[in-house]
């Protein structure tokens, strides 16, 4: 088996791995960046707040960022504390305006920019076997030849396990996601995200690059029927009692298929060893209503690479790395909760009342 030797090694290509290994790159170091190729579905992420901008600037990728083919959020529509529409202009924010994005793309590019800064991206179809001997850990893919030995593990996995270390989570809620994607007619159309508190959740939509555009409606796992014939059913049925979302809805083509996604809040119960530790989502997940999904993995993964770099020991650097996660959590649950009990007078369902009691 060929031994590949390398600095760092970091599972996972979303931004915050991604994020992690240019930044390592570009400070000097010898980084392979695991990219496990996706077998399934549509990844959800496709609304980016302005916020992105300082990550990427820090990064160096700004301007190739802008280059992409996505399209400027002119900012939001909200029905949410009252059932009067809420308008917010993306011009205010200092960051400029976020963006829409075809999420599988853009990953696809920060991969194509990691390798430019001078990562070797690697890509796995499985999930990798790490073991460690002496101060080295040893990564194979059963289906590759090679095996990478690196002293430093990054594993940026999202929800999904790593190889590496306990994978128990956490978790502040029973969050989930259908999604409903779908191809609507060519012409002017305002480009903002729409964001509806219902009945029984709450709702986004937005449209996206190449005249797509994406339907979300989400409420706790429990609370949907279980088989996915009737979720379908529900879903359509919540669509109905809404006024922003069913207005948008209505360019989409009928009886498009829907697809399901975790979304609760959720902490890592063990995020660092000896050698390792998991970045971005890995770490923590956050429900899409904090707009914190992609630009706060990005700035995660830029993060751990300046901690790396800059700091005289690496645990050290794992450990505040660690620290700043558990306090960034704990300040978004409070935030998370004023946010909801602004909503919650508004309705009698079970899905408020949980969230009106927190």
């Given at each position: 088996m060929e031994l590949r030797a390398a600095d760092v090694a970091v599972v996972g290509a979303g931004p915050a791995g991604c994020a992690a290994a240019i930044g390592l790159a570009r400070a000097g170091c010898d980084v392979v960046l695991y990219d496990r190729r996706r077998t399934f579905g549509i990844k959800p992420g496709e609304i980016i707040e302005s916020r992105v901008r300082v990550s990427l600037t820090e990064l160096g990728i700004d301007v190739a960022f802008d280059a992409l083919n996505s399209l400027a959020l002119a900012g939001n529509l909200?029905?949410?504390?009252?059932?009067?529409i809420i308008e917010s202009d993306g011009m205010v924010s200092p960051y400029g305006l976020g963006a829409l994005i075809d999420r599988s793309s853009f990953e696809a590019w920060l991969i194509s920019e990691a390798e430019r800064a001078g990562v070797a991206a690697i890509r796995s179809e499985r999930q990798l076997q790490a073991d460690r001997s002496g101060n080295r850990w040893y990564l194979v893919d059963r289906q590759d030849s090679r095996c990478v030995v690196a002293p430093l593990?990054?594993?940026a996995t999202g929800r999904a396990n790593g190889p590496i270390g306990p994978s128990e989570r956490i978790a502040t809620d029973r969050l989930v996601a259908l999604l409903m994607y779908g191809t609507v007619p060519s012409g002017v159309r305002a480009q903002n995200l729409l964001i509806e508190a219902g009945e029984n959740g709450w709702w986004y939509a937005?449209?996206?690059?190449?005249?797509?555009?994406?339907?979300?409606?989400?409420?706790?796992?429990d609370l949907l029927p279980r088989t996915w014939a009737a979720k379908k059913e529900y879903f359509r049925d919540q669509l109905d009692l809404t006024q922003l979302i069913s207005a948008f809805a209505k360019a989409l083509p009928p009886d498009l298929p829907l697809v399901g996604h975790p979304a609760n809040s959720s902490l890592r119960q063990v995020m660092r060893g000896n050698g390792w530790a998991c970045i971005g989502e890995a770490a923590a997940s956050y429900d899409p209503l904090s707009g914190r999904g992609v630009p706060l993995a990005l700035s995660k993964g830029a993060a751990m690479a300046r901690l790396i770099v800059h700091g005289n020991n690496v645990s050290r650097a794992f450990e505040a790395y660690e620290h700043a996660e558990r306090a960034t959590f704990d300040d978004y649950c409070a935030q998370q909760r004023?946010?909801?009990?602004?909503?919650?007078?508004?309705?009698?369902?079970?899905?408020w009342t949980r969230r009106r009691n927190q």
């Amino acid at each position: 088996m060929e031994l590949r030797a390398a600095d760092v090694a970091v599972v996972g290509a979303g931004p915050a791995g991604c994020a992690a290994a240019i930044g390592l790159a570009r400070a000097g170091c010898d980084v392979v960046l695991y990219d496990r190729r996706r077998t399934f579905g549509i990844k959800p992420g496709e609304i980016i707040e302005s916020r992105v901008r300082v990550s990427l600037t820090e990064l160096g990728i700004d301007v190739a960022f802008d280059a992409l083919n996505s399209l400027a959020l002119a900012g939001n529509l909200s029905s949410w504390d009252e059932e009067s529409i809420i308008e917010s202009d993306g011009m205010v924010s200092p960051y400029g305006l976020g963006a829409l994005i075809d999420r599988s793309s853009f990953e696809a590019w920060l991969i194509s920019e990691a390798e430019r800064a001078g990562v070797a991206a690697i890509r796995s179809e499985r999930q990798l076997q790490a073991d460690r001997s002496g101060n080295r850990w040893y990564l194979v893919d059963r289906q590759d030849s090679r095996c990478v030995v690196a002293p430093l593990v990054l594993q940026a996995t999202g929800r999904a396990n790593g190889p590496i270390g306990p994978s128990e989570r956490i978790a502040t809620d029973r969050l989930v996601a259908l999604l409903m994607y779908g191809t609507v007619p060519s012409g002017v159309r305002a480009q903002n995200l729409l964001i509806e508190a219902g009945e029984n959740g709450w709702w986004y939509a937005a449209p996206l690059p190449h005249s797509r555009a994406v339907v979300a409606f989400l409420t706790d796992a429990d609370l949907l029927p279980r088989t996915w014939a009737a979720k379908k059913e529900y879903f359509r049925d919540q669509l109905d009692l809404t006024q922003l979302i069913s207005a948008f809805a209505k360019a989409l083509p009928p009886d498009l298929p829907l697809v399901g996604h975790p979304a609760n809040s959720s902490l890592r119960q063990v995020m660092r060893g000896n050698g390792w530790a998991c970045i971005g989502e890995a770490a923590a997940s956050y429900d899409p209503l904090s707009g914190r999904g992609v630009p706060l993995a990005l700035s995660k993964g830029a993060a751990m690479a300046r901690l790396i770099v800059h700091g005289n020991n690496v645990s050290r650097a794992f450990e505040a790395y660690e620290h700043a996660e558990r306090a960034t959590f704990d300040d978004y649950c409070a935030q998370q909760r004023v946010t909801y009990r602004r909503a919650a007078p508004r309705f009698s369902s079970v899905f408020w009342t949980r969230r009106r009691n927190q």
